[in-house]
């Protein structure tokens, strides 16, 4: 079996985990790397479309199942076309199976269930703190460095982001469950964030990109079904061309690729500057909802976008050379 693939740009061919130190020098944004940041942009951006279609006759632990079965389904199909490695260690597997909890089930499983308590301007702000706890985590787990310049970027994107969807956050009542559904989404963002320091940790083993998402997935898809088991859903599908249309979007579109793109910018640009990200998702939702809902741009939120920009800009620019 032929493993030129694993040599491709989505599948780093990096063997000796200490050759990728911590502390390297950020990568160069070219081409490729603009474009697999664009595109996880984009891609994540309009899947709150998908999201918003499955919501009402299938549970949402079962629409999030049939995601990532499907989503896994057409990634072990990617490998086993391309040649991709699938034996690892015993050690390795550990590590997917903690890639699909964080990123291939619980995370969502937050963030689904803590929007039905919290406003989803608060959600989008929650989430794009990922920018923030990766850049932490980071410093933590893998000693990284963070130029001042993406630490101010990141907090500025936040503050956009916040004040964006200020209106529906400050109209929102914070009772009881109100908190209990922010503390779900701020859960969900660190098992997000977790999940970037596992695949990072993944890739600099020498695992391809691929083979490991496809084991992390169908992981992530045993614990999901193991969910939806214990609380009894109904294994069905809404036979409507919109929740079938959505449901192939999010598993092919908003897993396969898009997770494919924001990881391999996790291993090129590092978790900091590739969890800004987060900050753009709902400019681009609001972009879309303005040309497809009629969304009415106010001062405030024009200014939020600004400062969500000029964060982008400072993380990433790269830093001018030294003399």
């Known amino acids: 079996m032929s493993h030129a693939a694993d040599r491709a740009d989505l599948l780093p061919a990096q063997k000796d985990p200490a050759a990728a130190t911590a502390n390297a020098a950020p990568a160069r944004l070219d081409g490729t790397t603009l474009g697999l940041y664009i595109a996880t942009v984009f891609l994540w951006g309009v899947s709150w479309i998908g999201i918003r279609a499955q919501l009402g006759v299938v549970a949402p632990e079962m629409s999030v199942l049939w995601r990532f079965l499907l989503a896994a389904a057409c990634t072990w199909g990617w490998v086993v076309v391309s040649g991709m490695r699938v034996r690892f260690p015993a050690a390795d597997h550990l590590r997917f199976f903690g890639v699909g909890c964080c990123l291939f089930s619980f995370n969502f499983l937050c963030f689904y269930y803590g929007g039905l308590t919290v406003p989803s301007g608060l959600l989008s702000v929650v989430f794009s703190l990922a920018s923030i706890f990766n850049m932490v985590l980071g410093i933590v787990i893998f000693r990284q460095r963070v130029d001042a310049r993406v630490a101010l970027g990141a907090v500025l994107g936040a503050a956009g982001i916040g004040l964006l969807f200020w209106p529906e956050i400050a109209g929102a009542g914070f009772n009881a469950g109100a908190l209990w559904g922010l503390g779900l989404c701020v859960l969900g963002t660190l098992f997000f964030c977790s999940g970037n320091m596992i695949s990072t940790v993944v890739q600099r083993r020498g695992a391809p990109l691929i083979s490991a998402n496809a084991w992390a997935m169908t992981y992530g898809s045993l614990i999901l079904l193991a969910i939806n088991l214990l609380r009894g859903n109904e294994f069905i599908i809404e036979p409507t061309f919109k929740y079938i249309g959505s449901l192939v979007y999010l598993a092919i579109g908003a897993s396969v690729l898009a997770f494919a793109s924001y990881l391999t910018l996790l291993r090129r640009l590092g978790p900091a500057r590739a969890g800004y990200t987060t900050v753009l998702f709902p400019i681009v939702a609001l972009a879309v909802s303005t040309a497809v809902e009629g969304y009415v741009?106010?001062?405030?939120?024009?200014?939020?976008?600004?400062?969500?920009?000029?964060?982008?800009?400072?993380?990433?620019r790269r830093p001018a050379a030294k003399a």
Do not use: D, K, M
Not at 301 to 315: E, K
């Open 297 to 316: 741009w106010t001062p405030l939120a024009v200014i939020g976008v600004v400062f969500a920009l000029i964060g982008n800009v400072l993380v990433l």
